[in-house]
């Protein structure tokens, strides 16, 4: 089977189309008639024009140097004989064309600067037309010709060095071999270049180099092939013209230049023609790369979306069918104490679990603010203990490799908690049936840069010292296919029910936001170690707890006597709840539906000591603009605000500042009594 040479990598080697066929069409047509129109008139005089021949021998050596050097570049990009062959014989015609003018009398220097006469001026002629024909024959004879290997770059080198030693040769045949060379010209005369035979033999293969290029080309034309064939047809009607009109300063000899300065044009305008098509097509295939990744990037996130929301709602419908079902039965006995308070319990702690499956997702998004605190890992690991062993169960054997020299990391300790115990947890439900076991691991670990090729994380991270956890387990593992999802939201190889999937995606982003990254190492039947890689705290000191905040066993902090609460909240629901918590600390209330009604009160007479305002509310006016606003009524009045909203939507779509405290939505009393005590106190100290 033939190889057809691939020249795609550059413009002229993309196949021609219809406007490159009909332009070379329409030029090669026209300058047919003209020349069939002018043959009768070839041989009369035409008129002395001053500086044709250097204008137009030096837009020859312009256009054919030019040519040569676009096609050595597209060579280097697609080394292939074919357009090597022709590279080189464009710029041999170059160089011939710059040895011609040069033999021209009284154009670049008084007299000649090369040769013996005109007989030199015309066989530089003749040779500069056999140049163009000889290299497309050699092309067009090359170009179905089966090769397998590219030609090595360094030969581009070598045929432009060939290519100006033919030159030179010619140069020299012309000056010092004259008296073996047939005569051609007497004086502005070359009647002889046509009866001598040389100029027919030239003409001769112009036509054969015509008809091989344009059968070789048969099938699989491109731009270059298209536009070569044109070439040489310019050439054989520029042959015809010259001949005809035997003298310089003919008609024939005129138009026979134009039409010879045409032909070394038209590749060159090839070139620029697919460059500009080129850059054409690259805007449109950007455009429609862009549109296409766009599309993808919807469907990726309409996917994601499916898979969050039937995450979710499978989720939170189970915790509201607890929460719902329990108030219903309530209300058909309240009067049974006993169960009233068990449906209660059952209630809270499904809200809990709801509160605790929104804050996982905040996690993973890295939408949740954390609140780091420099600790020792294996402390808040020796008090996690207890719960840890409950989660795992008593089948299963728990290990502690705790390195005593361990390095303090700055974590959130409750997001840290919560991702050891998701680790634990995953790692029990992959253990089998009869037990396992289940090792926690601490280390302090040196990582070096290295190329992002050899990086085994997910998330590349920078050179020093990190603090790593690991949580090893002899269970079942995993495939390659399901550890390069595993920390994908909701996804999870777990039966229907028994898990959520936002396990390890709370790991992600807990590690993430930490400053490291998660690795899993894991292989059907061998089991699966994880590991959290986080940066070394730089400071050893433990934060200081907030003055008035709760702990474990601090005691409800409740109102001081007449303490008067300003509660604004848009959702009746919500604000009989607030109502309802605030009463029962001991607070009087005072509600109000939105910041108009809130600041009616405060424009009145009647005491308010704290103002607790939702964040978002109708009305033009959210909680922020209302404190601001309050302040400006009452100087000194506490404002503690609320949201259910995450930070990140808080300051940006509702443009609230970062530093403004916010308690989140859920909360409960104890957590609600805390912040209020706190901002009781703030008060207190900055009246000092």
Not at 181 to 196: E, F, I, K, R
Not at 245 to 263: C, K, N, P, T
Request: glycine residues 10%.
């Amino acid at each position: 089977m033939q190889k057809v040479y691939d020249f795609s990598a550059a413009p002229a080697g993309t196949p021609a189309m219809r406007g490159q066929r009909l332009a070379a069409g329409c030029l090669c047509l026209l300058a047919v008639v003209a020349t069939v129109f002018l043959l009768p008139f070839a041989d009369v005089a035409g008129p002395a024009i001053p500086g044709f021949m250097l204008v137009h021998q030096t837009s020859l050596v312009i256009a054919y140097g030019l040519s040569a050097w676009v096609l050595f570049a597209q060579f280097r990009r697609a080394p292939a004989m074919p357009l090597l062959l022709i590279a080189a014989g464009t710029l041999y015609t170059a160089a011939i064309v710059l040895l011609q003018l040069l033999s021209v009398p009284n154009l670049v220097a008084g007299g000649r600067v090369l040769g013996a006469g005109p007989e030199t001026t015309t066989w530089l002629w003749t040779f500069w037309h056999l140049g163009p024909p000889a290299c497309t024959i050699a092309y067009a004879l090359t170009l179905r010709r089966a090769q397998d290997r590219p030609m090595p770059r360094k030969a581009g080198a070598l045929a432009a060095l060939a290519a100006l030693s033919a030159a030179g040769l010619s140069a020299v045949i012309s000056t010092l071999g004259l008296p073996w060379l047939p005569h051609q010209v007497t004086g502005d005369d070359y009647t002889a270049l046509t009866t001598s035979g040389v100029g027919p033999a030239v003409q001769l293969l112009t036509i054969a180099a015509l008809v091989l290029v344009w059968r070789a080309a048969r099938g699989r034309r491109t731009v270059l092939d298209l536009w070569v064939a044109a070439s040489m047809l310019l050439l054989v009607l520029d042959n015809f013209l010259t001949m005809a009109g035997a003298s310089r300063g003919s008609v024939g000899w005129y138009v026979g230049r134009i039409e010879a300065l045409v032909s070394a044009f038209v590749i060159l305008w090839a070139y620029l023609h697919e460059v500009d098509a080129l850059r054409a097509r690259a805007e449109a295939a950007a455009a429609e790369a862009a549109l296409a990744g766009a599309a993808l990037r919807q469907a990726q996130k309409m996917e994601a979306v499916g898979r969050l929301t039937g995450g979710i709602a499978h989720d939170f419908n189970n915790l509201l069918m607890v929460v719902t079902s329990g108030f219903d039965m309530i209300r058909r006995r309240p009067e049974d104490h006993a169960r009233v308070l068990k449906l209660a319990d059952a209630g809270l702690e499904a809200a809990q679990r709801g509160a605790r499956l929104t804050r996982q997702l905040l996690t993973f998004a890295r939408r949740q603010k954390l609140r780091p605190e420099t600790m020792n890992l294996n402390a808040t690991l020796l008090e996690f203990e207890p719960l840890v062993r409950r989660a795992l169960g008593e089948a299963a054997e728990l290990r502690l490799e705790l390195d005593p020299a361990l390095h303090p990391a700055r974590v959130d300790p409750g997001e840290f908690e919560a991702a050891v115990l998701n680790l634990v947890v995953n790692a029990r439900d992959a253990l089998p049936p009869g037990g396992g076991r289940v090792t926690i691991t601490t280390g302090t670990r040196s990582r070096v840069a290295r190329p992002a090729a050899a990086e085994l994380l997910p998330e590349p991270l920078p050179a020093g010292d990190y603090v790593v956890l690991s949580v090893a387990d002899n269970g079942r593992g995993m495939d390659e296919a399901t550890r390069l999802q595993a920390f994908e939201p909701f996804f999870t190889t777990k039966e229907f029910g028994k898990g959520s999937g936002l396990g390890l995606s709370q790991v992600y982003g807990f590690a993430r936001a930490a400053g490291g990254a998660v690795e899993i190492t894991s292989s059907p039947g061998r089991g699966a170690l994880v590991e959290i890689w986080l940066p070394r705290a730089q400071h050893v000191a433990q934060e200081a707890p907030v003055a008035g905040t709760a702990t474990g066993a601090s005691s409800l902090r409740r109102a001081e006597e007449g303490e008067v609460v300003l509660a604004v909240e848009d959702e009746p629901a919500v604000l009989a709840a607030v109502v309802e918590n605030l009463q029962d600390l001991g607070y009087r209330v005072i509600p109000a539906r939105d910041a108009a009604e809130a600041l009616e009160h405060l424009r009145g007479s009647g005491r308010v000591d704290i103002l607790f305002s939702d964040v978002v509310m109708p009305g033009g006016m959210n909680g922020v603009q209302l404190a601001v606003e309050a302040g400006r009524l009452r100087a000194g009045l506490r404002v503690l605000l609320t949201s259910g909203y995450t930070d990140e939507a808080l300051s940006g779509q509702h443009g609230v500042p970062s530093d403004v405290p916010i308690l989140t939505k859920p909360y409960r009393r104890e957590e609600l009594a805390d912040r209020l005590r706190v901002a009781r106190q703030a008060s207190r100290h900055a009246g000092d």
